[in-house]
């Protein structure tokens, strides 16, 4: 076998432990894989006094940086701290000395993913990120490489396991959404800052490095329409059951009409997804990612999305794929997040889909008339009406409507009408329902 590989780590927490003690645990098998052993050199922590939960050398651990970018014969590093700041600079700095850069950190690719794959490129060197989308699920290879083949037509993703996993526990056991997230946090799903889960953040910076592999534009995340899963209750939850339908968040990027056929329609929000379906069965921490490629047809991707072992299984796969080569070669061929999009793509916030609409409305004559009336006046077409007996003394009732197939920013625009007349007594929500 040949000479053995070095490589450092950088950040020992959830996702560093795991692959430091994946390289350990499984060397055998990882070296089978790489063709030569793969040796843990160097691991970059805060504080080397810390008691973790992983045993790691005394003699490996340090709080320098430059102990691994001054020393040569660390040719990979994983940098696997999240945030922006210090994980920029030390990518910066890791490219510049050389190193091939694996990392799970989607904030920083999506923030800064242009520059720093540039970056790369005029190294010479590699940056494998499949760890930063969907944890475990192999969806950067599988879009990026094995369904090369394909004009990509759509893709829908549960991306974030935290709010998976709230909806989950809410929807099955009516559990309190902040006791779930507590929860979400202790089994090392949730963000650092768990209101990048819950707020869509996470997920859009997920489907912003999707949609450039995918479709080959680059888009920055923040300009993605997203909303989260905080306004999302329990009556909600049962009404959509009611009509068939289970509430996920899901990231959609899909080629849209018009625009020149370059257009690509963009969202994460909470959607209506109905029962039955594979993104509907998806519970729990688990991420889901359905593709439809023109030659392949609808695929369906499922497996952790978050969580220490199943990120460390991509992290370290990663670090084989580099270590053999095969990284330098994709982010090569794949032209990685080059900073010119190609001419007539262009962002396009429109989707054309039904919608669920929830109006808190006054109980009295006329009130469902005049908001189907509004709705019809902007040829939005009701499929279905659900509208309980109030059993309360507010005299406000919750009006649902299901419409059919209208574009959203249509919709949207409907909805805000009908919220500036004196009939609304709360909050409306509404959301994009998928129906396959
Ligand atoms: N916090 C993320 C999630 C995991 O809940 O999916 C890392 O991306």
Request: hydrophobic residues 45%; glycine residues 12%; contains cysteine.
């Amino acid at each position: 076998m040949a000479e053995h590989v070095r490589v450092g780590i950088v950040g020992l927490g959830t996702v560093g432990s795991g692959a430091y003690r994946l390289l350990v645990d499984s060397a055998a098998h990882v070296a089978r894989h790489a063709g030569r052993p793969v040796v843990v050199e160097r691991v970059v922590v805060r504080d080397p006094h810390r008691p973790r939960a992983v045993a790691v050398p005394p003699g490996l651990l340090t709080t320098d940086i430059g102990a691994i970018l001054r020393d040569p014969s660390i040719s990979v590093v994983a940098l696997l701290v999240g945030g922006l700041e210090p994980a920029r600079s030390m990518m910066v700095a890791l490219l510049e000395s050389g190193k091939d850069v694996v990392t799970a950190n989607k904030a920083l690719l999506a923030e800064y993913g242009p520059e720093l794959f540039d970056l790369a490129r005029r190294h010479g060197r590699s940056i494998a990120f499949e760890a930063a989308v969907a944890g475990g699920i192999p969806i950067v290879a599988a879009i990026g490489e094995c369904l090369a083949a394909n004009r990509i037509e759509s893709i829908r993703g549960i991306l974030n396991g935290t709010s998976n996993f709230i909806l989950s526990r809410m929807e099955e056991e009516g559990a309190d959404y902040t006791e779930v997230l507590r929860l979400a946090q202790a089994e090392g799903y949730a963000e650092a800052d768990p209101a990048m889960d819950v707020d869509g953040t996470d997920a859009t910076q997920k489907l912003a490095l999707l949609t450039h592999l995918a479709f080959g534009t680059w888009v920055p995340w923040a300009q993605i329409p997203r909303r989260g899963i905080e306004g999302i209750d329990l009556d909600l939850m049962a009404t959509a059951r009611e009509l068939g339908y289970r509430i996920r968040l899901l990231a959609i990027a899909a080629r849209a009409p018009g625009a020149g056929g370059g257009g690509v329609a963009l969202r994460v929000a909470p959607t209506l997804v109905r029962l039955g379906t594979p993104l509907a069965e998806t519970r729990g921490a688990y991420n889901a990612v359905s593709i439809v490629g023109d030659a392949v047809g609808r695929m369906f991707f499922h497996g952790l999305g978050a969580g220490q072992m199943p990120t460390a299984s991509a992290v370290v796969a990663d670090i084989i794929d580099t270590v053999v080569g095969r990284a330098a070669i994709t982010f090569r061929t794949t032209g990685m997040l080059e900073t010119d999009a190609p001419a007539g793509r262009r962002l396009e916030a429109g989707m054309v889909e039904r919608h669920l609409l929830r109006f808190l409305v006054a109980d009295r004559p006329g009130v469902l008339a005049r908001i189907a009336g509004s709705l019809g006046e902007q040829g939005i077409s009701i499929a279905s009406v659900i509208q309980h007996e109030a059993d309360n003394a507010t005299g406000a009732v919750p009006l649902v409507i299901m419409t059919h197939r209208s574009p959203a920013a249509t919709v949207s625009a409907a909805v805000d009408a009908i919220d500036r007349t004196d009939v609304i007594r709360g909050r409306s929500l509404c959301l994009g329902v998928v129906d396959d």
